[in-house]
């Protein structure tokens, strides 16, 4: 719901091949990015500034992957049954740790019942005091309008963080309920959020240092009820997605959401869409 209520456009590509639905990003597009202030009533700047919404998200992705893999003990290590599927046998960097589970929900409703299957990811396992293990999606909120050179978050973090949250519900909605659900999906028992501020105001200069001024967690369910999110709902909008694709026939389609306004057209395209640079890199290679 969040998604299709976001102001920004965005598309995900849909293959229905037999009685399967296949649901993916599209290669180069910003989906993986992470909006800034995107369900404020003022939007970032416009493209050309350094406050940028574009700008923004990939500095908003960029503290989020590393705030997640500095929370972690690296001496600490924990391995599960299977490798990551994404590491290559001739893979000689180190990739970002991360835990990737594939699960299984029944998506009900009138007619037929459909069985989803979807790829989560969980960032850490922590241990209660009795030492149960738990496990953990890590995500980062970031300050980036220092009025003045001041950050705000640095002098009312302690005293009222509350309030602080209370504006990001409202001006990071989409993204907030996207962590939510991805966190419920995940079977994760935590959701930790940490609270990151620039170091400098972006005007100073390209370079920019960020600094974590908190952390705070939350059980993913009931964080989901303190921003009234509902599952059911979700699930039945994802339903009605589903119930319009099978009517189609088999192929390759776009998901597309309308900038700045809540629509949602769906696309039919050839099936090598967006596979001709991959082609034409290899034909140069």
Same mark, same amino acid.
């Given at each position: 719901?969040?998604?299709?209520?976001?102001?920004?456009?965005?598309?995900?590509?849909?293959?229905?091949?037999?009685?399967?639905?296949?649901?993916?990003?599209?290669? $180069?597009?910003?989906?993986?990015?992470?909006?800034?202030?995107?369900?404020?009533?003022?939007?970032?700047?416009?493209?050309?500034?350094?406050?940028?919404?574009?700008?923004?998200?990939?500095?908003?992705?960029?503290?989020?992957?590393?705030?997640?893999?500095?929370?972690?003990?690296?001496?600490?290590?924990?391995?599960?049954?299977?490798?990551?599927?994404?590491?290559?046998?001739?893979?000689?960097?180190?990739?970002?740790?991360?835990?990737?589970?594939?699960?299984?929900?029944?998506?009900?409703?009138?007619?037929?019942?459909?069985?989803?299957?979807?790829?989560?990811?969980?960032?850490?396992?922590?241990?209660?005091?009795?030492?149960?293990?738990?496990?953990?999606?890590?995500?980062?909120?970031?300050?980036?309008?220092?009025?003045?050179?001041?950050?705000?978050?640095?002098?009312?973090?302690?005293?009222?963080?509350?309030?602080?949250?209370?504006?990001?519900?409202?001006?990071?909605?989409?993204?907030?309920?996207?962590?939510?659900?991805?966190?419920?999906?995940? $079977?994760?028992?935590?959701?930790?959020? $940490?609270?990151?501020?620039?170091?400098?105001?972006?005007?100073? $200069?390209?370079?920019?240092?960020?600094?974590?001024?908190?952390?705070?967690?939350?059980?993913? *369910?009931?964080?989901?009820?303190?921003?009234?999110?509902?599952?059911?709902?979700?699930?039945?909008?994802?339903?009605?997605?589903?119930?319009?694709?099978?009517?189609?026939?088999?192929?390759?389609?776009?998901?597309?959401?309308?900038?700045? *306004?809540?629509?949602?057209?769906?696309?039919?395209?050839?099936?090598?869409?967006?596979?001709?640079?991959?082609?034409?890199?290899?034909?140069?290679?």
């Amino acid at each position: 719901k969040q998604w299709y209520q976001r102001r920004v456009r965005g598309d995900i590509i849909i293959q229905r091949i037999g009685t399967k639905l296949f649901f993916d990003k599209r290669d $180069g597009s910003d989906f993986h990015l992470l909006t800034v202030n995107e369900t404020a009533n003022d939007l970032p700047v416009a493209e050309g500034s350094s406050n940028s919404m574009h700008k923004l998200a990939v500095e908003a992705t960029y503290i989020n992957q590393t705030f997640s893999q500095q929370c972690l003990k690296r001496e600490q290590q924990k391995s599960f049954a299977r490798p990551n599927p994404f590491i290559s046998k001739d893979e000689t960097d180190e990739l970002s740790s991360v835990c990737y589970r594939y699960r299984k929900f029944p998506l009900l409703g009138p007619g037929e019942h459909y069985t989803v299957i979807c790829r989560t990811e969980v960032d850490a396992v922590t241990s209660t005091s009795s030492g149960e293990e738990q496990l953990m999606c890590i995500k980062a909120l970031n300050e980036w309008d220092l009025k003045g050179g001041n950050s705000e978050w640095r002098q009312k973090l302690d005293t009222q963080r509350g309030d602080i949250l209370t504006t990001e519900m409202k001006n990071n909605k989409c993204k907030l309920a996207k962590w939510t659900v991805s966190s419920i999906l995940a $079977g994760a028992d935590l959701l930790k959020f $940490g609270y990151v501020t620039r170091s400098m105001p972006r005007s100073s $200069g390209e370079s920019i240092g960020h600094s974590i001024l908190a952390t705070q967690q939350f059980i993913p *369910k009931q964080f989901a009820a303190q921003i009234s999110l509902d599952m059911n709902n979700a699930w039945g909008i994802l339903r009605v997605i589903v119930d319009k694709c099978m009517q189609l026939k088999d192929g390759k389609y776009v998901l597309y959401k309308e900038p700045a *306004k809540p629509v949602l057209r769906i696309y039919k395209v050839p099936e090598n869409t967006f596979e001709e640079n991959e082609d034409s890199a290899d034909d140069e290679d």
